[in-house]
């Protein structure tokens, strides 16, 4: 399908003020869509960085920068990272093209406030979690479900620092597709062994979580 000889991973930090970009951000992200691969992942990044001073961009060696990559839990590329005052383990596997732009930069803006946008039950039953709980969720760029899927992975990574949550683009990374069965997206797949189908509610995934965290 193409090929990925590039070997950069990118690393977006956010701040507070980050909200107010909103728009100008949707007119320069629309126009790196089409190509997945590392070095238009890594391109599409680094320019959205420049729409706003309170965005910065850092670009590492996935063979070199051996520190980083592991300070990051990076295992595959290409990768993107979303870090603010924190880092909550929102991850991009692939570029985050097509629907999913627009789950990017909603990472970007809840990263930049802070604010999960769980319920308030939610993040007191994210509390309980005793063990750390992955959550992988396999898209594809045309499919208009999976940003919503993504979005709540990534906001329950916000509201525990036991969770962690990827979006994995699963036709640039078919062996994962194949490894977890992914015949229609989105998928999550939760600590390797569960999964949901489909855009599911916040109550639905939580139980899941609190079932592998607990």
């Known amino acids: 399908m193409k090929t990925r000889n590039a070997r950069n991973h990118a690393l977006i930090a956010a701040s507070p ?4 970009t909103l728009a100008v951000l949707r007119r ?7 190509v997945l691969l590392c070095r238009e992942t890594r391109t599409l990044v680094s ?9 910065s961009f850092e670009s590492y060696d996935f063979s070199a920068d051996k520190e980083a990559v592991q300070l990051f839990g990076i295992d595959k590329i290409p990768a993107t990272a979303v ?3 924190t880092d909550h383990g929102i991850r991009f596997y692939g570029i985050p093209a097509g629907y999913e732009m627009a789950g990017f930069i909603e990472a970007i803006l809840r990263v930049s406030s802070g604010d999960p946008g769980l319920t308030p039950a939610t993040r007191e039953a994210l509390k309980a979690l005793t063990r750390p709980v992955h959550l992988q969720v396999f898209v594809t760029p045309t499919c208009p479900y999976c940003p919503g899927a993504v979005s709540l992975a ?4 916000m509201g525990s620092n ?3 949550a990827d979006m994995v683009e699963v036709s640039e990374f078919p062996h994962l597709g194949q490894k977890y069965s992914v015949r229609g997206v989105p998928l ?4 390797e062994t569960e999964s949901l189908t489909g855009a ?11 079932a592998a965290g607990k």
């Open 83 to 85: 870090v603010g005052e």
């Open 154 to 157: 990534h906001r329950m990574a």
């Open 28 to 34: 320069v992200a629309a126009t790196h869509f089409p």
């Open 17 to 20: 003020r980050m909200q107010e």
């Open 188 to 191: 999550t797949v939760i600590n």
């Open 162 to 164: 036991l969770v962690r």
């Open 47 to 55: 320019e959205m960085a420049t729409v706003n001073e309170l965005l």
């Open 200 to 210: 599911v509610p916040e109550s639905v995934l939580l139980a899941k979580i609190l």
